[in-house]
T-cell receptor, first 114, second 114 residues
Framework: EAQVTQNPRYLITVTGKKLTVTCSQN?????MSWYRQDPGLGLRQIYY???????DKGDVPEGYKVSRKEKRNFPLILESPSPNQTSLYFC?????????????FGPGTRLTVT | AQSVAQPEDQVNVAEGNPLTVKCTYS??????LFWYVQYPNRGLQFLLK??????LVKGSYGFEAEFNKSQTSFHLKKPSALVSDSALYFC????????????FGAGTRLFVKA
């Protein structure tokens, strides 16, 4: 089954404790992206990647890091989480660049930072 | 700057009645417009998109959307609402075929009452 998976689905952590949210897709998509969803703000793009080793900032990259060492994986790293990063996070992927394809979303990761 | 507005936080409609979820956009150049739906505890799912051509776009689950360039709108419609249509709906826009960055609206929650 074609899908985007994220782990963990739920995470409660404390301020300053480094964490990684994994994202993996099995559709051989070149493009991957991370979003955070907050009430009243919709989805805001954190980082995106156009291919292996090619990443760029979205609209809200502060406090986040990403890496794209393999085509299928695109982990989101919070090196020193803070309470304002409490949010619902989605990973997404889409087919090759050059066409305005729709994105495929993972199930989401609900992060709480205390 | 690119932006997407969904002027209604919530739309209430009775089952069997037509529904409209509104979206307006601001983007220079040709817009590529999308609607996604989010059911509780799920990721976003693609409904439909406008790239070019016919202004009336048909999508999944009986939804359609009308692109209006002069009004910069892309309203989502369905002739007869179902209770199962109750969900959170997002309008989104990308600029250019590469689609590196996606801008989402804040979302509109649709309640369909039996």
């Amino acid at each position: 089954e074609a899908q985007v998976t994220q782990n963990p689905r739920y995470l409660i952590t404390v301020t300053g404790k480094k964490l990684t949210v994994t994202c993996s897709q099995n559709m051989n998509h070149e493009y991957m992206s991370w979003y955070r969803q907050d009430p009243g703000l919709g989805l805001r793009q954190i980082y995106y990647s156009m291919n292996v080793e090619v990443t760029d900032k979205g609209d809200v990259p502060e406090g986040y890091k990403v890496s794209r060492k393999e085509k299928r994986n695109f982990p989101l790293i919070l090196e020193s989480p803070s309470p304002n990063q409490t949010s619902l996070y989605f990973c997404a992927s889409k087919p090759p660049l050059g066409q305005p394809y729709e994105q495929y979303f993972g199930p989401g990761t609900r992060l709480t930072v205390t | 700057a690119q932006s997407v507005a969904q002027p209604e936080d919530q739309v209430n409609v009775a089952e069997g009645n037509p529904l409209t979820v509104k979206c307006t956009y601001s983007v220079s150049g040709n817009p590529y417009l999308f609607w996604y739906v989010q059911y509780p505890n799920r990721g976003l799912q693609f409904l439909l998109k406008y790239i070019t051509g016919d202004n009336l776009v048909k999508g999944s689950y009986g939804f359609e959307a009308e692109f209006n360039k002069s009004q910069t709108s892309f309203h989502l419609k369905k002739p007869s609402a179902l209770v199962s249509d109750s969900a959170l709906y997002f309008c989104a826009v990308i600029k250019g075929t590469g689609g590196f960055k996606t801008i989402f609206g804040a979302g509109t929650r649709l309640f369909v009452k039996a």
